[in-house]
């Protein structure tokens, strides 16, 4: 379902006519990878150009409608591809003439220029940031083998199709390109329906596996309400065999394994065995009976109640799995996530979604964190208190990004690196990180300071830790020298704004 070479080649065709020159606005992203530019074209209007990046339905075509919203939270790739994009300006837009590749010349306003290459194949689409000097500076993810391609490595573009005199086999079928954008127009058509069908997919696969995480829990606490019912039936007998033993006293001897006593509760008088632990006192033993007895009656009302609470709450859950599975768009999708939040059956998705993750890479000082750049490009959020510091190792921070802390046991700020999935942190980076969490802990100022970092994934919080306070595993160390350059480019900010003009 993915467009095809010659599909691809029409709509840059068309696409060419406000696309070149025109300053990119800004840069959405979705939750597939999805990136949808937002032009400001030469004769001051809006033109909006999407490239789709989800398996088999990798695409290009100029939109005319909202992007949908996203489901989840987008990949830190694409939000740093965005932050750097914002007012370059579009030199060039071009497609490969026998293979799904095209390729966009950027320039920023000190006059260094970029080149994003989108490769369009049906599985695992990628795009990928080469500057000037032929070396990748972003890329959606990284590969190795025969075709190698990491951040800070020279590029290795894919290789294309032979030539051909003719595009026989790569039939459109969508109409010519035409100055009414036909092309365009018919690909946008031909994709909503295949998109909102992706999304909602997402949508219910997100919440079927929220609820029936949510419902095993359920079944297994239900499992073990009933076990303690069924035990509180024992409470009776225990308490009679208490009663008989206490009655026997006397006549058992230290130390015995067991007491054989008349059941003076049976008509028939038999004598029964109680078995004892020889190692305790007898006394002692009868009142951890009477305990057991009471704990046992006592306990079994309110494991009723619940038991009937749990089971209420399991229903609602199988209820709510067979409405997500007849919703028919994912707005219905989150009316019932919410309305099991509301009641407190489900709890609410863990991190942020699109809309509050783009808020943090935008406006990360406004809600509360330091953000900064690093030499590479790459973005560093500091906590600014023991609340922010949770609210970023637990909250914002996803499991491959890298976090930072002061070492010594120093109070001071968390410091996660934004990394895209099995990439490692650049040396440049790293120092820049150590510098922050330096800066801002109880070291700062010292000639040398030791820092530890780990993978946020192996940061915890203890059961009952105060704010800030985290365990952290796998943990390596540093010692860095206090870098005065280094620290004032960071808070001073040491890239070039993005113009819309030189």
Known sequence: MSLNAAEIRDVVEELRAFAVNARVRDVACDEAGDLAFYLETNDGGGERVLFGLGEGLARVHRITRKPLPAARGVPASSLQLASKLRGSILLQITAARDDRVVELGLRFSNASKVKLRFELFSKRPRWVLVNEQNVVELLNYASAGRRALAEGQPDAPPELLAPRTELQ????????????????????EYYEPLVRAR???????????????????????????RIKISEAAKAPRLRREADLLRAAQNAV????????????????LPEICIPLDPAVPL???????????????????????????????????????????AAADPESIRNIAADLETRRILQP???????????????AGESGLRKFTSADGLAILVGSGARENDRLSFQLARGNDLWMHAGAGAAGAHVVVRLSKDASPPLETLLDAATLAV?????????????????????????????????????????????????QRLLEGNRPRLDSQE
């Open 169 to 188: 086999h790569y039939e459109s079928r969508f109409p010519a390109p035409s100055p009414a954008f036909a092309t365009n127009t018919a690909v946008e």
């Open 199 to 225: 999304v909602l997919d997402a949508a219910r696969r997100e919440l079927e596996l929220r609820v029936d995480a949510r419902l095993r829990a359920k079944m297994h606490k239900i499992e073990g309400l």
């Open 253 to 268: 001897p230290r130390g015995a394994a067991e007491a054989r006593v008349t059941d003076y509760y049976d008509p028939a």
């Open 283 to 325: 006394n002692l033993q009868i009142e951890k009976m009477y305990r057991r007895a009471r704990k046992m009656e006592d306990g079994v009302a309110r494991a009723e109640r619940e038991l009937e609470i749990q089971q209420k709450e399991a229903r609602f859950l199988e209820r709510a799995r067979v409405e997500a599975a």
């Open 349 to 363: 998705a863990r991190g942020p979604n699109l809309q509050q993750k783009e808020n943090v890479t935008k406006n």
């Open 439 to 487: 800066h801002f802990s109880k070291n700062r100022g010292r000639g040398r300071a030791e820092v530890v970092y780990t993978f946020a994934k192996f940061v915890r919080k203890p059961r009952g830790a105060a704010a800030g306070q985290v365990t952290i595993a796998s943990e390596k160390r540093l010692n860095i020298d206090l870098d005065p350059p280094r620290l």
